[in-house]
Protein backbone atom coordinates (compact mmCIF):
# COMPACT_ATOMS: atom_id res chain seq x y z
CA UNK A 1 0.00 0.00 0.00
CA UNK A 2 1.46 3.48 -0.81
CA UNK A 3 1.69 5.83 1.98
CA UNK A 4 3.27 8.79 2.11
CA UNK A 5 4.29 11.58 4.74
CA UNK A 6 2.86 15.00 4.67
CA UNK A 7 5.97 17.02 4.66
CA UNK A 8 4.88 20.27 6.78
CA UNK A 9 6.89 23.57 5.92
CA UNK A 10 7.24 25.38 9.19
CA UNK A 11 7.88 29.08 8.57
CA UNK A 12 9.99 29.69 12.10
CA UNK A 13 11.23 32.99 12.88
CA UNK A 14 13.35 33.68 15.44
CA UNK A 15 11.89 37.41 16.29
CA UNK A 16 13.49 38.15 20.10
CA UNK A 17 17.47 37.26 20.59
CA UNK A 18 19.01 36.24 23.27
CA UNK A 19 23.02 36.87 24.10
CA UNK A 20 25.27 35.84 21.59
CA UNK A 21 27.73 34.81 24.17
CA UNK A 22 28.05 31.42 25.68
CA UNK A 23 24.90 29.51 26.24
CA UNK A 24 23.74 28.29 29.80
CA UNK A 25 23.01 24.74 30.11
CA UNK A 26 20.41 24.32 32.59
CA UNK A 27 20.02 20.91 32.91
CA UNK A 28 22.61 18.15 33.18
CA UNK A 29 20.86 15.13 30.98
CA UNK A 30 24.08 12.59 32.15
CA UNK A 31 23.08 13.33 36.08
CA UNK A 32 21.88 10.62 38.33
CA UNK A 33 19.19 12.51 39.60
CA UNK A 34 17.18 15.19 38.00
CA UNK A 35 15.58 17.62 39.68
CA UNK A 36 12.31 18.61 38.03
CA UNK A 37 12.36 22.86 36.97
CA UNK A 38 9.27 24.00 38.49
CA UNK A 39 7.49 25.93 35.30
CA UNK A 40 4.33 27.70 34.46
CA UNK A 41 2.44 27.52 31.73
CA UNK A 42 0.36 30.87 30.71
CA UNK A 43 -2.90 30.37 28.97
CA UNK A 44 -2.94 30.71 25.37
CA UNK A 45 -3.34 34.05 24.37
CA UNK A 46 -5.95 34.75 21.42
CA UNK A 47 -5.25 37.95 19.54
CA UNK A 48 -7.26 38.86 17.19
CA UNK A 49 -10.64 36.67 16.76
CA UNK A 50 -10.37 32.80 16.66
CA UNK A 51 -14.20 30.88 16.42
CA UNK A 52 -12.41 27.70 16.91
CA UNK A 53 -12.12 27.56 20.50
CA UNK A 54 -11.57 23.54 20.54
CA UNK A 55 -8.07 24.14 18.80
CA UNK A 56 -6.62 26.10 21.26
CA UNK A 57 -7.94 23.39 24.22
CA UNK A 58 -6.34 20.80 22.05
CA UNK A 59 -3.00 23.10 21.80
CA UNK A 60 -2.76 23.76 25.00
CA UNK A 61 -2.84 19.94 25.90
CA UNK A 62 -0.16 19.16 23.38
CA UNK A 63 2.01 21.75 24.84
CA UNK A 64 1.16 20.43 28.38
CA UNK A 65 1.46 16.77 27.84
CA UNK A 66 5.40 17.35 25.73
CA UNK A 67 6.35 19.58 28.89
CA UNK A 68 5.15 16.41 31.32
CA UNK A 69 6.65 13.80 29.18
CA UNK A 70 10.38 15.72 28.82
CA UNK A 71 10.22 14.62 32.75
CA UNK A 72 12.59 17.80 33.05
CA UNK A 73 9.11 20.27 34.30
CA UNK A 74 7.27 20.15 36.76
CA UNK A 75 4.40 22.25 36.11
CA UNK A 76 2.49 24.45 38.48
CA UNK A 77 -1.32 24.11 39.26
CA UNK A 78 -3.29 26.82 38.68
CA UNK A 79 -4.13 26.47 42.27
CA UNK A 80 -0.69 27.65 43.51
CA UNK A 81 -1.45 31.04 41.68
CA UNK A 82 -1.11 34.37 43.57
CA UNK A 83 -2.47 36.30 40.68
CA UNK A 84 -4.49 35.36 37.05
CA UNK A 85 -2.20 34.60 34.16
CA UNK A 86 -5.04 36.08 31.99
CA UNK A 87 -4.42 39.89 33.26
CA UNK A 88 -0.42 39.85 32.28
CA UNK A 89 0.56 39.64 28.27
CA UNK A 90 2.90 36.89 26.54
CA UNK A 91 5.88 39.46 26.30
CA UNK A 92 8.59 40.35 28.80
CA UNK A 93 7.46 43.89 29.84
CA UNK A 94 3.85 42.44 30.15
CA UNK A 95 4.84 39.82 32.77
CA UNK A 96 5.42 40.96 36.44
CA UNK A 97 7.98 38.12 37.67
CA UNK A 98 7.70 38.53 41.24
CA UNK A 99 4.26 37.27 40.83
CA UNK A 100 5.87 33.75 39.77
CA UNK A 101 9.01 33.57 41.33
CA UNK A 102 6.90 33.79 44.97
CA UNK A 103 4.94 30.50 43.93
CA UNK A 104 8.63 28.58 43.47
CA UNK A 105 8.37 29.07 39.44
CA UNK A 106 11.75 29.54 38.00
CA UNK A 107 10.46 28.91 34.22
CA UNK A 108 7.63 31.00 32.34
CA UNK A 109 6.33 29.73 28.71
CA UNK A 110 3.57 32.17 27.22
CA UNK A 111 1.79 31.50 23.36
CA UNK A 112 -0.08 33.89 21.60
CA UNK A 113 -2.29 33.02 18.13
CA UNK A 114 -2.96 35.70 15.52
CA UNK A 115 -5.52 34.23 12.89
CA UNK A 116 -3.83 35.71 9.11
CA UNK A 117 -5.46 34.57 6.03
CA UNK A 118 -6.96 31.34 7.91
CA UNK A 119 -3.72 30.46 9.03
CA UNK A 120 -2.52 30.87 12.51
CA UNK A 121 0.48 33.03 13.84
CA UNK A 122 1.78 31.41 16.83
CA UNK A 123 4.61 33.18 18.94
CA UNK A 124 5.80 30.75 21.86
CA UNK A 125 8.06 32.17 24.62
CA UNK A 126 10.56 31.16 27.20
CA UNK A 127 11.18 33.36 30.10
CA UNK A 128 14.02 32.57 32.75
CA UNK A 129 11.43 34.09 36.13
CA UNK A 130 15.00 34.93 37.92
CA UNK A 131 16.97 36.92 35.54
CA UNK A 132 14.02 38.15 33.90
CA UNK A 133 15.23 37.00 30.00
CA UNK A 134 13.91 35.40 27.06
CA UNK A 135 15.48 32.18 26.44
CA UNK A 136 14.15 31.46 23.54
CA UNK A 137 11.42 33.12 21.09
CA UNK A 138 9.54 31.62 17.78
CA UNK A 139 7.04 32.39 15.31
CA UNK A 140 4.93 29.54 13.20
CA UNK A 141 3.16 30.62 10.53
CA UNK A 142 1.00 27.22 9.98
CA UNK A 143 -2.36 26.00 9.13
CA UNK A 144 -5.02 24.29 11.42
CA UNK A 145 -2.69 20.58 10.14
CA UNK A 146 0.20 21.78 11.31
CA UNK A 147 -0.40 23.80 14.24
CA UNK A 148 0.42 20.37 16.48
CA UNK A 149 3.96 19.67 15.04
CA UNK A 150 4.79 24.02 15.80
CA UNK A 151 4.05 22.87 19.51
CA UNK A 152 6.51 19.98 18.86
CA UNK A 153 9.23 21.91 17.14
CA UNK A 154 9.51 24.84 19.81
CA UNK A 155 9.77 21.87 22.74
CA UNK A 156 12.40 20.34 20.66
CA UNK A 157 14.26 23.50 20.70
CA UNK A 158 13.23 24.02 24.92
CA UNK A 159 15.08 20.33 25.61
CA UNK A 160 18.27 21.92 23.42
CA UNK A 161 18.52 25.42 24.99
CA UNK A 162 18.02 23.90 28.35
CA UNK A 163 20.28 20.81 27.96
CA UNK A 164 22.30 21.49 24.88
CA UNK A 165 20.50 18.30 22.76
CA UNK A 166 17.31 18.31 21.17
CA UNK A 167 14.36 16.06 22.43
CA UNK A 168 12.32 13.50 21.00
CA UNK A 169 9.56 15.73 20.22
CA UNK A 170 9.50 15.49 15.99
CA UNK A 171 10.14 11.24 16.23
CA UNK A 172 7.95 8.49 15.57
CA UNK A 173 7.71 5.04 16.67
CA UNK A 174 6.64 2.07 14.09
CA UNK A 175 5.31 -1.47 16.00
CA UNK A 176 3.56 -4.64 14.58
CA UNK A 177 -0.49 -4.47 15.02
CA UNK A 178 -1.88 -7.96 14.99
CA UNK A 179 -5.73 -8.73 14.36
CA UNK A 180 -7.25 -12.00 13.82
CA UNK A 181 -3.79 -13.26 12.85
CA UNK A 182 -2.85 -10.74 10.49
CA UNK A 183 0.41 -8.34 11.56
CA UNK A 184 1.43 -5.10 9.86
CA UNK A 185 3.40 -2.44 10.54
CA UNK A 186 1.86 0.88 12.13
CA UNK A 187 3.87 4.08 12.90
CA UNK A 188 2.53 7.09 15.86
CA UNK A 189 3.95 9.93 17.02
CA UNK A 190 5.81 9.79 20.06
CA UNK A 191 2.91 10.67 21.79
CA UNK A 192 0.48 8.48 20.58
CA UNK A 193 -1.08 10.41 18.44
CA UNK A 194 -1.82 9.46 14.77
CA UNK A 195 -1.66 5.81 14.38
CA UNK A 196 -1.34 5.29 11.07
CA UNK A 197 -0.82 1.66 8.85
CA UNK A 198 2.59 1.43 6.90
CA UNK A 199 1.43 -1.90 5.30
CA UNK A 200 -1.72 -3.53 4.82
CA UNK A 201 -0.81 -7.28 3.90
CA UNK A 202 -3.16 -9.43 4.45
CA UNK A 203 -0.12 -11.91 6.15
CA UNK A 204 2.46 -11.81 9.07
CA UNK A 205 5.11 -8.42 8.53
CA UNK A 206 7.35 -8.58 11.69
CA UNK A 207 10.20 -6.26 12.61
CA UNK A 208 10.22 -3.21 11.78
CA UNK A 209 13.26 -1.02 11.70
CA UNK A 210 14.67 2.08 11.08
CA UNK A 211 16.91 3.81 8.53
CA UNK A 212 19.47 6.28 7.69
CA UNK A 213 16.28 8.43 8.67
CA UNK A 214 12.84 8.92 9.19
CA UNK A 215 11.11 8.08 5.95
CA UNK A 216 13.05 4.75 5.59
CA UNK A 217 11.95 1.58 7.18
CA UNK A 218 12.95 -1.80 7.15
CA UNK A 219 10.89 -5.15 7.58
CA UNK A 220 10.31 -8.52 6.81
CA UNK A 221 7.22 -9.88 5.29
CA UNK A 222 5.58 -13.15 4.07
CA UNK A 223 3.05 -11.40 1.93
CA UNK A 224 4.55 -13.44 -0.67
CA UNK A 225 5.23 -16.54 1.32
CA UNK A 226 9.11 -16.68 2.24
CA UNK A 227 10.03 -14.37 4.94
CA UNK A 228 12.01 -12.03 2.81
CA UNK A 229 13.46 -8.57 4.09
CA UNK A 230 12.21 -5.10 2.88
CA UNK A 231 12.98 -1.62 2.40
CA UNK A 232 9.83 1.18 2.46
CA UNK A 233 9.85 4.50 1.60
CA UNK A 234 7.57 6.11 3.34
CA UNK A 235 7.75 9.07 1.24
CA UNK A 236 7.29 7.73 -1.95
CA UNK A 237 5.42 4.61 -1.01
CA UNK A 238 7.49 2.61 -2.96
CA UNK A 239 8.47 -1.16 -1.85
CA UNK A 240 11.67 -2.67 -2.27
CA UNK A 241 12.47 -6.69 -1.80
CA UNK A 242 16.61 -6.06 -0.46
CA UNK A 243 16.87 -9.87 0.90
CA UNK A 244 14.60 -13.02 -0.32
CA UNK A 245 17.15 -15.97 -0.17
CA UNK A 246 16.27 -19.49 0.73
CA UNK A 247 15.27 -19.29 4.09
CA UNK A 248 14.77 -16.86 6.73
CA UNK A 249 15.79 -13.04 5.92
CA UNK A 250 15.71 -11.73 9.18
CA UNK A 251 15.42 -7.50 10.68
CA UNK A 252 18.07 -4.85 9.64
CA UNK A 253 19.97 -2.67 11.49
CA UNK A 254 21.05 0.35 9.76
CA UNK A 255 24.51 2.26 10.15
CA UNK A 256 25.00 5.42 9.59
CA UNK A 257 28.92 5.35 9.37
CA UNK A 258 28.86 2.45 6.65
CA UNK A 259 25.86 2.96 5.21
CA UNK A 260 24.92 -0.57 5.32
CA UNK A 261 23.39 -2.80 7.27
CA UNK A 262 23.93 -5.44 9.25
CA UNK A 263 21.01 -8.48 8.68
CA UNK A 264 20.71 -12.00 10.02
CA UNK A 265 20.03 -15.11 6.85
CA UNK A 266 19.68 -18.77 7.27
CA UNK A 267 20.30 -19.06 3.37
CA UNK A 268 24.04 -21.61 4.29
CA UNK A 269 21.98 -23.46 7.23
CA UNK A 270 22.14 -21.82 10.31
CA UNK A 271 21.06 -17.87 10.60
CA UNK A 272 24.29 -15.57 10.51
CA UNK A 273 25.08 -12.20 10.35
CA UNK A 274 26.01 -10.34 7.31
CA UNK A 275 26.50 -6.93 6.15
CA UNK A 276 24.63 -5.75 3.18
CA UNK A 277 24.14 -2.53 1.35
CA UNK A 278 20.29 -1.43 0.38
CA UNK A 279 20.44 -3.07 -3.40
CA UNK A 280 20.61 -6.49 -1.44
CA UNK A 281 24.00 -6.62 -2.04
CA UNK A 282 26.17 -9.18 0.20
CA UNK A 283 29.60 -7.17 1.61
CA UNK A 284 30.28 -9.60 4.00
CA UNK A 285 29.62 -12.13 6.18
CA UNK A 286 30.42 -11.90 9.91
CA UNK A 287 29.52 -14.88 11.48
CA UNK A 288 30.08 -18.90 10.63
CA UNK A 289 29.30 -20.59 13.89
CA UNK A 290 26.82 -23.77 14.02
CA UNK A 291 24.75 -22.12 15.78
CA UNK A 292 21.66 -19.50 15.95
CA UNK A 293 22.88 -15.66 15.28
CA UNK A 294 20.50 -13.03 14.67
CA UNK A 295 19.23 -9.24 16.42
CA UNK A 296 22.22 -7.73 15.46
CA UNK A 297 22.08 -3.78 16.79
CA UNK A 298 25.11 -1.00 15.72
CA UNK A 299 27.38 0.24 18.30
CA UNK A 300 27.08 4.58 17.46
CA UNK A 301 30.32 4.62 16.04
CA UNK A 302 30.16 1.89 13.86
CA UNK A 303 32.91 -0.37 15.31
CA UNK A 304 31.12 -3.21 17.10
CA UNK A 305 28.18 -4.72 16.97
CA UNK A 306 25.62 -6.96 19.38
CA UNK A 307 23.99 -9.46 18.61
CA UNK A 308 21.95 -12.89 19.65
CA UNK A 309 23.76 -16.46 19.77
CA UNK A 310 22.95 -19.67 21.09
CA UNK A 311 26.39 -20.54 20.80
CA UNK A 312 27.02 -21.13 24.12
CA UNK A 313 23.80 -23.28 24.34
CA UNK A 314 21.01 -20.47 25.70
CA UNK A 315 20.35 -17.34 23.55
CA UNK A 316 22.81 -14.55 25.07
CA UNK A 317 24.09 -11.22 23.93
CA UNK A 318 27.48 -11.12 22.46
CA UNK A 319 29.25 -7.99 20.91
CA UNK A 320 32.13 -8.31 18.07
CA UNK A 321 33.98 -6.25 15.79
CA UNK A 322 32.44 -4.46 12.43
CA UNK A 323 34.18 -7.33 10.86
CA UNK A 324 33.24 -10.00 12.51
CA UNK A 325 36.33 -10.11 14.65
CA UNK A 326 36.78 -10.08 18.86
CA UNK A 327 33.71 -12.15 19.63
CA UNK A 328 32.92 -11.35 23.26
CA UNK A 329 29.82 -12.90 25.52
CA UNK A 330 28.14 -10.11 27.47
CA UNK A 331 25.79 -11.94 29.10
CA UNK A 332 25.82 -14.67 31.38
CA UNK A 333 22.86 -14.58 34.02
CA UNK A 334 19.22 -15.64 33.03
CA UNK A 335 18.43 -18.57 30.78
CA UNK A 336 17.83 -16.22 27.52
CA UNK A 337 18.76 -13.12 26.56
CA UNK A 338 17.27 -11.60 23.40
CA UNK A 339 16.67 -8.00 21.46
CA UNK A 340 19.60 -6.19 21.87
CA UNK A 341 19.24 -2.49 21.09
CA UNK A 342 22.73 -0.07 21.40
CA UNK A 343 22.06 3.12 23.26
CA UNK A 344 22.69 6.23 21.10
CA UNK A 345 25.17 7.18 23.63
CA UNK A 346 26.94 4.28 23.19
CA UNK A 347 27.00 3.39 26.73
CA UNK A 348 24.24 1.13 27.16
CA UNK A 349 23.15 -2.00 25.90
CA UNK A 350 19.13 -2.40 26.72
CA UNK A 351 17.89 -6.37 25.96
CA UNK A 352 15.06 -8.85 26.87
CA UNK A 353 15.99 -11.07 29.47
CA UNK A 354 13.87 -14.21 31.56
CA UNK A 355 13.62 -13.60 35.22
CA UNK A 356 13.45 -16.58 37.50
CA UNK A 357 9.76 -16.27 37.51
CA UNK A 358 9.76 -17.13 33.89
CA UNK A 359 8.79 -13.39 32.88
CA UNK A 360 10.57 -11.48 29.94
CA UNK A 361 12.04 -8.59 31.74
CA UNK A 362 14.28 -5.05 30.30
CA UNK A 363 17.58 -5.11 31.50
CA UNK A 364 20.69 -2.87 30.39
CA UNK A 365 24.37 -3.52 30.60
CA UNK A 366 27.31 -1.73 29.60
CA UNK A 367 28.92 -2.45 26.46
CA UNK A 368 32.39 -4.24 28.39
CA UNK A 369 29.78 -6.39 30.24
CA UNK A 370 29.54 -4.21 33.36
CA UNK A 371 26.98 -3.02 35.16
CA UNK A 372 23.89 -5.45 34.88
CA UNK A 373 20.92 -3.33 35.70
CA UNK A 374 17.13 -5.17 35.62
CA UNK A 375 14.40 -2.27 34.95
CA UNK A 376 11.28 -3.56 35.00
CA UNK A 377 10.06 -5.94 37.79
CA UNK A 378 6.41 -6.46 36.95
CA UNK A 379 4.60 -10.12 36.75
CA UNK A 380 4.33 -9.54 32.70
CA UNK A 381 6.45 -9.76 29.77
CA UNK A 382 8.48 -6.74 28.79
CA UNK A 383 9.87 -6.91 25.52
CA UNK A 384 11.31 -5.43 22.43
CA UNK A 385 13.22 -2.63 24.06
CA UNK A 386 14.25 0.41 21.65
CA UNK A 387 16.02 3.62 22.44
CA UNK A 388 15.03 7.40 21.83
CA UNK A 389 17.28 9.03 19.73
CA UNK A 390 18.32 11.07 23.19
CA UNK A 391 19.04 8.01 24.71
CA UNK A 392 16.91 9.27 28.09
CA UNK A 393 13.51 6.77 26.91
CA UNK A 394 13.10 3.20 26.32
CA UNK A 395 10.17 2.32 23.82
CA UNK A 396 9.12 -1.70 24.83
CA UNK A 397 5.99 -3.77 24.32
CA UNK A 398 4.26 -5.23 27.56
CA UNK A 399 1.52 -7.62 28.50
CA UNK A 400 0.95 -5.69 31.94
CA UNK A 401 -2.83 -5.10 31.08
CA UNK A 402 -3.30 -9.10 29.41
CA UNK A 403 -2.69 -8.18 26.00
CA UNK A 404 0.50 -6.77 24.56
CA UNK A 405 0.50 -3.20 24.57
CA UNK A 406 3.04 -0.36 23.54
CA UNK A 407 4.67 1.59 26.54
CA UNK A 408 7.50 4.37 27.26
CA UNK A 409 9.89 4.33 30.51
CA UNK A 410 13.05 6.43 31.13
CA UNK A 411 16.13 4.93 30.80
CA UNK A 412 15.88 3.79 35.03
CA UNK A 413 12.69 1.94 34.47
CA UNK A 414 10.57 5.23 35.98
CA UNK A 415 7.90 7.24 34.68
CA UNK A 416 5.90 4.29 32.55
CA UNK A 417 3.03 5.55 29.81
CA UNK A 418 0.86 3.91 27.75
CA UNK A 419 1.64 4.92 24.13
CA UNK A 420 -1.61 4.43 22.63
CA UNK A 421 -4.65 2.15 23.02
CA UNK A 422 -5.94 -0.13 20.10
CA UNK A 423 -7.71 -2.93 19.22
CA UNK A 424 -5.69 -6.25 19.29
CA UNK A 425 -2.11 -6.72 20.16
CA UNK A 426 1.02 -4.13 19.77
CA UNK A 427 4.57 -5.29 19.68
CA UNK A 428 8.11 -4.69 18.28
CA UNK A 429 8.14 -1.09 18.76
CA UNK A 430 11.16 1.13 17.55
CA UNK A 431 12.01 4.25 18.01
CA UNK A 432 12.82 6.72 14.98
CA UNK A 433 15.31 8.85 14.03
CA UNK A 434 14.52 12.91 14.40
CA UNK A 435 11.96 13.90 11.95
CA UNK A 436 14.12 15.45 8.48
CA UNK A 437 12.42 18.77 8.33
Avoid at 73 to 100: H, N
Avoid at 247 to 268: E, F, P, R, Y
Avoid at 379 to 408: M, Q
Wanted: proline share 5%; with cysteine.
Amino acid sequence: MKHSILIIFLFIILFLYTSTGDARVYIDINAPVQRQIPVVVFPFKIINHLQNTHTITSLEKVLQDDIKYSSFFRIITPASYLVDPKKQGIKKKEIIFSDWSTIGAELIITTGITVINNKLNIELRLFDVFSKELLLGRQYNVTMAEARKSIHTFMDEIIKTMTGYPGNFLTKIAFVKSTAGVKNIYQVDFDGYNPTPITNFKSITLGPSWGKNSNILFYISYFKGNPDLYLHNLLTGRIYKISGFKGINLSASWSDKHQMIATSLSKDGYPDIYLMNTNGNIISRLTRSNSIDISPTWSPDGKKIAFVSDRGGNPNIYTMNSNGQNVRRLTFEGTYNTSPDWSPKGDNIVFTGRDNLGYFQIYTIRPDGSGLCQITFNSADNEEPSWSPDGRFIVYSSTIEGKSGIYIMLFNGTGRRKLINLNGEQTYPVWSPRLDM
